[in-house]
């Protein structure tokens, strides 16, 4: 821990990963919230799982094509929003099993993704890094993406607040009400894609659904109200992103899998602490 605060003061590539951790947390907690009280975190996996395909597709044109301009990241968006839109779509109009057309676009994503990247140079090491993360290879304009999206996702999920809330737990009603639940639905995942690129860099694609409901899923034990949910789950979220670089720097552990440990970690402490405390307060 000594090691990891004196190389944090002068060590630049650490205080990027560390801003990142950091500003993604953000978007972590709001979003993740509004997934654990929605349900929706095997959608979420979906999408995740999806970026693979943009992201070697992006990787694939910046190296051998030479679009220089065109980052993995930039990739990850665009499938991260197809997906949600498609998902939800499916999910609200047509008459196919949504778990297939998940299952789908999962595996389709997943070998897309791998396909382009195996036309790639540097293919093993790319794979491991967008599948598990390597918060420290994060550029600075990987940085200034992240931090883009993550105001935008702040803004609009603390803006339709209320909208989001009704969609989330009483989606009927709402529709009663006048809320168009179609279109703040897809609203709503389309912000849940772009927090999940934004946790990409963090954590990866697979350990990525981890980041996303953890946090929200151990505030909600202390915590009823949505947005107190949301406050919580951002600082359980950004201790749990020091914590993983934190603890991982001196062994030179992988961040993101040090990362969800610590939040698997917490969790099972709260889940244990609760079914121990809750026994004693009835007698």
């Known amino acids: 821990m000594i090691e990891f605060v004196e190389a944090l003061t002068h060590n630049r590539i650490l205080q990027h990963a560390l801003f ?28 995740a799982h999806c970026t693979l395909g943009g992201m070697g597709v992006a990787r ?6 030479g679009w220089t301009w065109l980052e993995p990241l930039h990739g990850a968006v665009v499938a991260a929003l197809l997906a949600a839109i498609i998902i ?20 389709s994503g997943m070998a897309i993704g791998i396909l382009f990247i195996a036309r790639t140079p540097g293919y093993g090491e790319d794979l491991m890094s967008y599948l598990f993360g390597n918060i420290l290879l994060v550029s600075t304009g ?9 105001v935008v996702v702040l803004a609009l999920g ?3 607040y209320n909208r989001f809330l009704a969609v989330c737990y009483d989606a009927e009603f709402a529709r009663l009400r006048g809320v168009n639940v179609e279109f703040y639905y897809l609203l709503l995942l389309s912000l849940v894609a772009l927090t999940v690129v934004v946790l990409v860099t963090v954590v990866g694609l697979v350990l990525v659904i981890a980041l996303l409901t953890l946090p929200a899923a151990i505030a909600s034990h202390f915590v009823a109200r949505l947005w107190m949910v949301m406050v919580l789950a951002v600082l359980f979220s950004m201790m749990a992103t020091v914590a993983g670089l934190a603890l991982s720097y001196s062994p030179q552990l992988p961040p993101g899998a040090t990362t969800i440990a610590v939040c698997a970690g917490a969790y099972l402490i709260t889940i244990l602490a609760k079914r121990i405390i809750a026994p004693r307060k009835r007698t």
């Open 20 to 47: 990142v951790g950091i500003i993604a947390s953000i978007a972590c907690g709001v979003m993740g919230s509004y997934v654990v009280a929605r349900r929706i975190s095997y959608i979420a996996g979906g999408i």
């Open 60 to 65: 694939y044109l910046n190296r051998a094509q």
């Open 88 to 107: 939800g779509y499916v999910s609200l109009r047509a008459r196919q099993r949504e778990d297939t057309v998940i299952s789908a676009l999962w595996a």
């Open 142 to 150: 990987d940085l200034y993406l992240v931090a883009v999206l993550d």
């Open 158 to 160: 603390l803006i339709f």
